[in-house]
Each structure stands twice: as C-alpha cells, then as structure tokens.
C-alpha cells in the first residue's frame, strides 16, 4: 500500500477511543513491560518512596507502583485516559492521585522519587523540539538524585514496523491500524470498529509520534541536569520478534545531586 501523507493537524489529540478501548486491545505489551521494568529499576527501587508515572494511559504501570506501597502520581493528556486509570486503581484497591497535565508542562504537589513514562509515551510529543520541555519539567518534578525512567521507538522501528497495517480482533471490538512514515515522523491511523447489538460503529482515530537519536535524547537529558545515563537495547529484554535490535531503546537517568 502506498504511504499516505496527512497532515499534522489530523492527529485526534487527546485520545478518546484509545482511552476507551485500550485495555480490550493493547494486553499483550504490559507483561513484557513489568518484567524490563522490575529488571533494570531493581537497583534504584530501594530507595523509591515515591513516584509518578507521566503519560499514564490507563494505568497499568501507576496502579502497579501503588500496590508496592509507593506513594503514587499518575498524569496523562487524556481525560479519557485519567478516567481510565482512576478506575483500574479504585478496582486494585489502591491509591493512585490522578491529574490531567502536558508532559511538556507538568508539576507535582512533591518532589518525586521516580518518573516512569513508559511505552514509548515521549513519543506521542507532537514535536521532536518539545523534548527540551519534557526533560525540564521531569528535572523539576524529581527530588535531586531521583530517577527519570522512559522507553522510545527509534528511526528503525518507524521505517519498518510503522509501515506495516494491522488487524486486531476481540470480538466486539476490532481495530485495523494502517501506519506510516517519514524521517523522524510516524503516524497510524486507527480505524475502530464497535459492535453495538446486531451493527457496527466506526470511529476514526489518528497517533502520531516522532524520533531523535540516542545522541540527541543524551544531550537533552544533560542539558536539564540529568549526570547519569544509562541506556539498553530493547530487544534482548523484551523477547518480543517485533521488536529487533535498534528498534525501541529504555532510558534510565539520574537527577544530579547537586
Ligand atoms: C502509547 S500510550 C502509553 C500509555 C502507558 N504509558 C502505557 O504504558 O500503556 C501514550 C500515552 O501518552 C499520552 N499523551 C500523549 N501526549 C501527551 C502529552 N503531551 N502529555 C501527557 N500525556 C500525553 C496519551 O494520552 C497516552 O495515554
């Protein structure tokens, strides 16, 4: 199929159908997630008492931080996605404190231990030159000596898998995704198909992200006054075959000291 370029103001921000139907598609990545996550933040999780996870979506991650006893801000764009995830912690039993915010812009009540943003929620940025604002308003959020920690696609994941299409099927909800890109660009658009009784409704939703190099996200991060960098591949962590070397890569940075 040839690549269709649309433009920019098509994108459906925040999102509405993602945040409703999210958990009936998207399952199969959280596990994956949580044990990349257990793995490389085991070293600094001692010493986490309390966290915030940035674009939340609907909550897995937030509500699984809570239920480790860690006091716990979650954050997202999406009115959807903050219902979302205020629902999956009232159903876990655990406390989650829930505000709508702009990475680009966000502010905590407290200084925090950890920021996750995972699944490559940075991203969604509707700019690659909005990066300088997220990693300020990470920097501004952590206590000094705490953790921002973060998975991107790369430039190999967007001129390979975000060009294919996809169809999923769960029964009364299907999803068909046509994606593509261009440069650090990448977008799909995702038809959405809902039973209701004996018709189906579509709604039409588009995602887009953007890429930088792992040169460029390092000098972000030390320009916001991030001294320790730790960066992984995600392929050998992630044992998925979508995901080959080069595709997604997880950040862990540290706040200077000061
Ligand atoms: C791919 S989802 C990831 C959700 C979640 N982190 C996960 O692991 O399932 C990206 C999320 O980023 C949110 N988002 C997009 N742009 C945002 C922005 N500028 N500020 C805050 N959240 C944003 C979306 O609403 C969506 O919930």
Redesign the pocket.
């Known amino acids: 199929m040839p690549v269709r370029l649309m433009s920019r103001s098509s994108a459906t921000?925040?999102?509405k159908w993602?945040?409703e139907y999210?958990d009936k598609v998207?399952t199969f990545?959280?596990e994956w997630?949580e044990a990349v996550h257990a793995k490389l933040l085991a070293p600094v999780m001692p010493k986490v008492s309390v966290a915030c996870?940035?674009?939340?979506?609907?909550g897995?991650?937030a509500v699984h931080l809570a239920r480790q006893g860690i006091r716990t801000y979650a954050?997202?764009?999406?009115p959807g996605?903050c219902r979302a995830t205020r629902a999956k912690a009232r159903e876990a039993g655990v406390r989650v404190r829930v505000s709508r915010?702009?990475?680009?812009e966000?502010t905590l009540p407290e200084p925090v231990d950890l920021i996750t943003?995972?699944?490559?929620?940075i991203n969604?940025?509707?700019e690659a030159g909005d990066l300088p604002r997220v990693a300020a308003a990470v920097a501004a959020a952590l206590r000094p000596g705490g953790w921002f920690f973060f998975d991107v696609n790369n430039r190999a994941a967007f001129d390979t898998v975000w060009q294919l299409n996809w169809w999923i099927d769960r029964g009364d909800v299907s999803v068909a995704m046509e994606g593509g890109s261009e440069g650090d660009r990448a977008w799909t658009d995702v038809h959405w198909f809902i039973r209701e009784g004996g018709l189906w409704r579509r709604h039409e939703e588009r995602v887009e992200e953007v890429c930088w190099p792992a040169s460029e996200i390092k000098d972000v991060l030390r320009g916001a006054g991030f001294d320790r960098i730790r960066c992984w591949d995600a392929a050998p962590l992630l044992n998925n075959p979508m995901t080959r070397p080069g595709y997604r890569t997880f950040y862990l940075a540290r706040k200077a000291k000061q």
Do not use: W
């Open positions: 921000r925040p999102y993602l945040a999210y998207f990545h959280h997630f996870d940035l674009c939340c979506g609907t897995a991650t954050v997202d764009l999406s996605m915010g702009d990475m680009r966000f943003s995972e699944c490559d929620a969604h940025l509707p």
